[in-house]
């Protein structure tokens, strides 16, 4: 899905709504250009966005029925998470015809499909990646705008909101900033973009060039990409690494989470120094590409403790550390914009 | 395909049987543990495999038409070439039917898929990755051979031939070693494995994974994974890290070419010592690897000047460096079976 067009969303989350893995329908009311003009969750009704979670930032009213929700004109209904089994229930299977029927696109960010379910519906698989996606060609070397990628110690750290916080800083700034959404909820939440990891392998550099080429049209000041897995994750190195050469970043913002302690069973998260030092390395070997900032996870911590592990971050690296979400993004992207752009014979 | 079973192969390389982009067929008489009974060429008709290359060690009888190479006892038809422009002439597709209904199994490795045109018939799609596929799990720590994996500085630079020559050498040694095919020449000449390249990209890992937890039951001495890519390659190099990571391979075998200057437009190969230290750090993140020979294809050069080459690439990185093909896979069999297995907790 590369074109973008306006949505006004209702979001389906019967009986998920206050859960915090509802972070789908969370990112969209949290960052999404979309409008959100009700959420559907029975439990939750009569309530608002904001009365479930202050930090949603955007009030929309919750409501117990397909028919209410119809009543606020939305254009689309948000499959945005799956209920405990993977597969979807009978009940909501019948719920999504009926708003089909009433002429509602499907949107459906889970790893099943429904467009094969909803024959008929207009059905818009968020996961399921082009057809005609070409091999890396190297025209991502030339694209005009700097481009931002970030990388992370492990997966699921806080890529996508640290990528989406500094696309909000900038564009407080009066920069003009394309965020270029990998994974299901940045793609739902910027309205498109392709989910790399549904990418057979040998076309994923591929994806991740055209992503940063269709970003360049759009004459930005700044290209932001979202970062997936980690170069140290036994399971998503891959994809990891398909993104950071395919899109073909000048610089690289380092993510992690104080929390996190392991990548993966028996892998403890890496020394950042080192990890910092590879990724610049294994970049390079393509085309050179500087970690100029970590962006840190500090939810865990208290906030004294988390400014005392910022610090140690930044006298470890040499490099500014901040947690976006809780401070501010601002000196990720100053140290952004201060990197220059490069190419393969930037040495 | 996780299973294999006894083949006599006739090879369809009408017009190609002499030309070096026939690597499919020309690998199978080379190296493959199936018989090849005859090949189908009508331009070459009359001679023998080794009338045409000396190189390809077992010698076939080369036919013009179908019905003699009928006559040979074949179970399986060979598509081992695409024509130029991709897509199978309609000329071609009529001898599969007609081979089919003569009770043979296609054996197709182009990108082409021909079990879908060919329905009613046997058709065994090489490149078509099996459909479930799991994630990568971490039980490849625990395989109790040791397992050798051979990387690159580019791709298409003889990772595949120094494997299987490592295979032969270990073989004539009395070890029972398996090799893991991971593209469609060795599936081809094995009988079996996962073109990874082919493979959703968040399950490549656990594609490398499994080959090798299904070699470790045939409880080999030893596992020699064939590499695919590059670390340095743009497009690729997304396919070859989650190789390394998914195979968990103990000791690593750096492939390089001595004509190769180049990894992509615009992008040197890397100095070996670099490249070198690159892999092992990047493996290390999950469980040590490290590089303990240089294999090279040398093909380009006179024999004096082959030697001084490999002299130099062993003074460079301080190991063992051969031609497998020109002078033997010895000296990399060797300093793979004196390298220790290793394991996440191996610092």
Not at 162 to 176: F, H, K, N, P, V
């Amino acid at each position: 899905m590369m074109e973008r067009r306006e949505r006004r969303y209702a979001i389906l989350a019967e009986g998920w709504f206050a859960n915090r893995h509802a972070k789908t329908a969370h990112g969209l009311l949290r960052y999404g250009r979309d409008e959100v003009v009700a959420v559907l969750d029975s439990t939750q009704a009569g309530k608002t966005t904001l009365d479930v979670r202050a930090d949603l930032r955007r009030k929309a009213p919750i409501v117990s029925t397909l028919r209410e929700a119809l009543e606020y004109d939305p254009t689309s209904l948000l499959v945005g998470l799956a209920p405990p089994g993977g597969r979807l229930p009978g009940e909501w299977m019948r719920m999504l015809r009926e708003a089909a029927e009433a002429g509602l696109e499907i949107v459906n960010g889970l790893h099943q499909r429904l467009a094969p379910e909803l024959p008929g519906a207009e059905v818009w698989d968020v996961r399921e990646p082009p057809k005609d996606i070409p091999l890396f060609s190297g025209a991502g070397f030339d694209v005009e705008p700097k481009i931002v990628h970030t990388v992370g110690t492990s997966s699921a750290i806080g890529k996508m909101t640290a990528t989406l916080e500094m696309e909000r800083t900038a564009r407080d700034a009066g920069l003009r900033s394309e965020f270029v959404a990998t994974g299901q909820t940045g793609i739902i939440i910027s309205g498109w973009g392709i989910c790399v990891d549904a990418v057979v392998s040998d076309f994923t550099a591929g994806a991740a060039e055209q992503l940063v080429l269709e970003a360049a049209r759009r004459e930005p000041d700044l290209i932001l990409v979202e970062g997936q897995g980690s170069l140290g994750h036994p399971a998503y190195s891959g994809v990891t690494l398909s993104l950071m050469h395919g899109s073909c970043p000048d610089c690289l913002v380092l993510c992690t989470d104080a929390a996190r302690e392991e990548v993966f069973p028996r892998i403890p998260t890496p020394e950042l120094p080192r990890l910092i030092h590879l990724y610049e390395e294994v970049a390079a070997l393509v085309k050179p590409a500087p970690v100029v900032a970590v962006s840190a996870n500090t939810s865990a911590l208290a906030e004294a403790a988390a400014r005392d592990y910022l610090q140690q971050i930044s006298r470890e690296t040499g490099l500014p550390a901040c947690d976006p979400v809780r401070f501010g993004a601002e000196p990720i992207l100053e140290a952004a914009l201060a990197s220059p752009k490069t190419s393969p014979e930037t040495s």
